[in-house]
């Protein structure tokens, strides 16, 4: 038998109530980015930090803060005078043993000089560059972006690992978290674009929301891609219309936080919201909502 929407909405909001919380924001990127107060500095801790956001959160976390912290308390300002010959020097000086996992610290001066040279072209930042044109949908500007990233960054790996295309089928989570956070305005995101509509983005599709998301019907899909990232976006969509990625904070961060065994059992989930919509371990895979 079936789950109806409105019991589904219903633990979502429990799950919501557990983990949007202040403890669980500290245990995310998103925690350094709030750190700053002008709307530019976020943008550009926030193409930082969404750019490293994989492997183990932690660690992650620190390696962001290490990269932002030479670009000092305003590091849009900072971008913005410097030359790119003064920039490249200081920022390669100061990044010089820094690595995370496939990025080194070439790859985030590359980065850094990236988004200086999007902001001279539109003179306001980044989101110029993903505002769709007329009838496109917004995967079309992301695309056009990465594509003149990939044109113009040095070839490494950790550069071409963060550069996937959505047209190519990519689930860019990378991308898709950047732009939740400057587009989506409830908690805990910074809603500092608005031409670009939050009913319109698509998850950010990691290794625990695509679980948890197929534990709870939202997707049948068993390969984390695009098409998976575009129907529990679609699920989520007839919970939520205007807000569907509302649950996203609270979904991945059941799993980042190792608090989902993986199988649904009494005693282990017994703190879960999604408990009795979960169908972890369980043999039948029937699709929730219909
Ligand atoms: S396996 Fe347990 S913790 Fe994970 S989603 Fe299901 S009920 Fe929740």
């Known amino acids: ?3 109806s929407a409105s019991h ?7 799950l919501c109530a557990r983990y949007d919380s202040a403890a669980a924001l500290g245990k995310d990127p998103l ?12 943008e550009v801790a926030a193409f930082v930090a969404a750019h490293l956001a994989y492997g183990r959160v932690d660690p992650m976390v620190r390696a962001v803060g290490e990269v932002l912290r030479p670009l000092g308390p305003r590091p849009a300002a900072w971008l913005r005078e410097g030359s790119e010959a003064r920039i490249r020097k200081e920022l390669n000086r100061a990044l010089i043993s820094w690595t ?3 990025h080194t610290g070439p790859d985030l001066v590359a980065w850094l000089l990236a988004w200086k040279r999007l902001d001279q072209d539109s003179g306001q930042g980044l989101e110029a560059q993903l ?5 496109e949908e917004h995967d079309a500007a992301l695309s056009r972006l990465v594509q003149r990233l990939r044109r113009e960054l040095p070839a490494s790996y950790g550069t071409r690992f963060t550069l996937p295309d959505p047209l190519e089928g990519a689930a860019c989570k990378r991308w898709r978290m950047f732009l939740r956070w400057m587009v989506r305005s409830g908690w805990p995101d910074l809603g ?22 197929r534990f709870i019907g939202l997707t049948r899909r068993a390969t984390p ?5 575009r129907e529990i976006t679609e699920s989520l969509r007839r919970l939520d219309p205007a807000d569907p990625l509302r649950y996203d904070f609270a979904l991945s961060h059941l799993g980042i936080l190792g608090d989902c065994p993986g199988l649904r059992h009494r005693r282990t989930c ?18 929730i909502l219909s």
């Open 225 to 229: 891609d695009g098409k998976m990232a």
């Open 192 to 213: 500092l674009w608005k031409r670009l509509a939050p009913d319109q983005l698509i998850i950010p599709l990691d290794t625990h929301v695509a679980r948890v998301s």
């Open 31 to 42: 925690s350094l980015v709030l750190g700053y107060t002008e709307p530019l500095d976020q």
């Open 131 to 135: 505002v769709p044109g007329p009838g």
């Open 1 to 3: 038998m079936g789950t």
């Open 270 to 287: 017994a703190e879960c919201a999604l408990y009795s919509v979960c169908r972890a371990g369980s043999e039948s895979a029937a699709r």
């Open 8 to 14: 589904l909405k219903a633990r979502l909001e429990g």
């Open 100 to 102: 995370w996992r496939f």
